[in-house]
Nanobody, 115 residues
Framework: QVDVVESGGGLVQAGGSLRLSCAAS????????MGWYWQAPGQQRVLVAG???????DYRESVKGRFTISRDNARNAVYLQMNSLKPEDTGVYYC?????????WGQGTQVTVSS
């Protein structure tokens, strides 16, 4: 089991914002590239944003300019600021290493964007 706890999801109208948080153990975050993965209903989980230990980030094309990933290494935490949300952003969001080190996931946090 990977030691992460995701939170911050919820129901929001299109155009709204959410900030997701990931609290992880040191062994998960330390020296690892971290990312947020998204799983839409009935779809496979995909990476939407990643961040290196030094803060270099990259994004899936569909979220560029709207989502911002950040991390606090002292707190072993990773965040995802989600702005201008769209209904197609709906799904469960998970935090994990990039690439995956353990084939295990936290419970995720549900994001639902209404039109």
């Amino acid at each position: 089991q990977v030691d992460v706890v995701e939170s911050g999801g919820g129901l929001v109208q299109a155009g709204g914002s959410l900030r997701l948080s990931c609290a992880a153990s040191e062994r998960v975050v330390r020296n690892n590239r971290m990312g947020w993965y998204w799983q839409a209903p009935g779809q496979q989980r995909v990476l939407v944003a990643g961040i290196s230990g030094g803060g270099s980030s990259d994004y899936r094309e569909s979220v560029k300019g709207r989502f911002t990933i950040s991390r606090d290494n002292a707190r072993n935490a990773v965040y995802l600021q989600m702005n201008s949300l769209k209904p197609e952003d709906t799904g469960v969001y998970y935090c994990n290493t990039v690439p995956l080190i353990w084939n295990a996931w936290g419970q995720g946090t549900q994001v639902t964007v209404s039109s």
